[in-house]
């Protein structure tokens, strides 16, 4: 578990002064990105290594506004894990704890021409860290 947090900008706000719902899928990013990087496989590392890991899917349910100015925590956290598909969930809360988002990505991992990576075969170091981080959970 990793918590990342989020200073509403302005911009992010619709005319109704609510967050617009798609900026909720980019905080999703923004704290993965953080995740891997606090795990020492950030995305530039792994692109270094020739590992592109493109996102399959993704969900998101909205519970709550937020608006302009305010702080939103992401928790994020590795919860599947099996060697080829990565899946991470996400719990967004206000500055006082309610809920206001949850999420959840899937992921695979390819070479960079799109051909599928086993990384326990290619990348075992990127795996066991990948594996350790589901079973935290």
Known sequence: MDTYTHK???????????????????WMEEARVELLDRLGIGFSMMETRGIISPVVGIQCRYLRPTHFDERVSVRVTVTEYKGVRLRIGYEMTDEVGNPVCTGSSEHCFTDATGKPIALKKQYPDIDAVLREAAAAE
């Open 8 to 26: 509403v900008q302005y911009y992010e706000t619709d005319k109704m002064g609510c967050v617009h719902h798609s900026n909720y899928i980019r």
